[in-house]
């Protein structure tokens, strides 16, 4: 491993340069006319270990970036907050083999952390290792009641903005990106990881500790659409999501009964709408 690393985002002068976003490995690439040494920038993937105050909750597997954004993204999504505010702080520890992260609640909000408590195996961002019942995998959500407020063209200019916006993968090619963008097409934030799910967290958890109101935009994954990713929309409280390849048929399923508009197999050409509950998607 070479010295050049990779990282989109600033760092900390005091982070070890072992969790840098990405690092430089020696290649060599072989072709029918011949063989030449070269590098490649290999994206990092750490193990993060979440403490929910001061008590083990998860070790996940994760590119080293936003942590707290993740942190509070992941706690939304495993309904142990509401909100952002409901966290006193966050701790980030770098060892020498992994990063701890311990959320601290304030008190009155502890009582959830004992009813969602759970450990999972490291998995890149798996949303369903380690439940115990199908109620915990397929809990019974809020619908939506807010419609979202875009036209198609807004859609069409996200997804031509957003390869741009990717910047660790366009030096890796190995990571997800999750954007949350305005109502007409801006992208306002992106996240990105190796795994899909740490990435929606990421953003959700900008939103959260931003104060950004989720209805006022919508949501552009460039990953598949599995289940796990409609109810981290839903939660969220996000009205659109939209991703780039097919959704699973229990990901439509809950975007039905929970009134999410989906999109999916969205391309820079056309979109394939599965749910728009509201009929808000407009020409």
């Keep these: 491993m070479s010295a050049r690393t990779f990282s989109p985002t600033p760092t900390e002068p005091d982070v070890p340069d072992i969790y840098a976003t990405a690092h430089e490995h020696p290649t060599v690439r072989i072709t029918p006319a011949e063989t030449a040494p070269g590098s490649r920038l290999l994206a990092n993937e750490v193990p993060v270990a979440l403490e929910f105050d001061g008590e083990a909750y998860a070790v996940m597997m994760l590119t080293p970036a936003d942590l707290e954004d993740f942190a509070v993204g992941f706690a939304l999504s495993e309904r142990i907050i509401t909100r952002a505010n409901e966290i006193a702080r966050i701790d980030v520890r770098y060892g020498s083999r992994g990063i701890g992260v311990d959320v601290r609640l304030e008190k009155e909000h502890s009582h959830r952390l004992a009813e969602r408590r759970r450990s999972l195996p490291g998995q890149s961002g ?3 290792c380690g439940l115990t019942s199908i109620e ?3 809990p019974q959500l809020e619908p939506l009641t ?3 407020r875009l036209s198609s063209a807004a859609l069409f200019k996200a997804l031509s903005a957003l390869p741009a916006r990717q910047t660790l993968n366009l030096e ?3 990571v997800h990106a999750a954007a949350f963008c305005s109502a007409d097409g801006e992208i306002l934030a992106v996240r990105e990881d ?3 799910h740490n990435a929606f967290d990421k953003v959700t958890g900008h939103l959260a500790r931003n104060g950004i109101d989720p209805a006022s935009g919508f949501a552009l994954l460039t990953s598949r659409c599995s289940y796990e990713l409609v109810q981290k929309a839903v939660l969220a409280r996000i009205p659109l999501l939209a991703a780039i390849s097919a959704p699973t048929e229990l990901a439509v399923s809950i975007a039905r009964e929970t009134r999410l508009t989906l999109i999916a ?4 050409d056309s979109v ?3 749910n728009n509950p509201f009929n808000s998607m407009v020409k």
């Design 126 to 128: 798996c949303g369903l």
């Design 136 to 138: 915990e995998a397929l």
């Design 146 to 148: 807010a419609a979202p």
């Design 172 to 174: 890796t090619g190995a």
């Design 194 to 196: 190796v795994g899909r």
């Design 265 to 268: 197999l969205a391309r820079g």
């Design 272 to 274: 394939l709408v599965f």
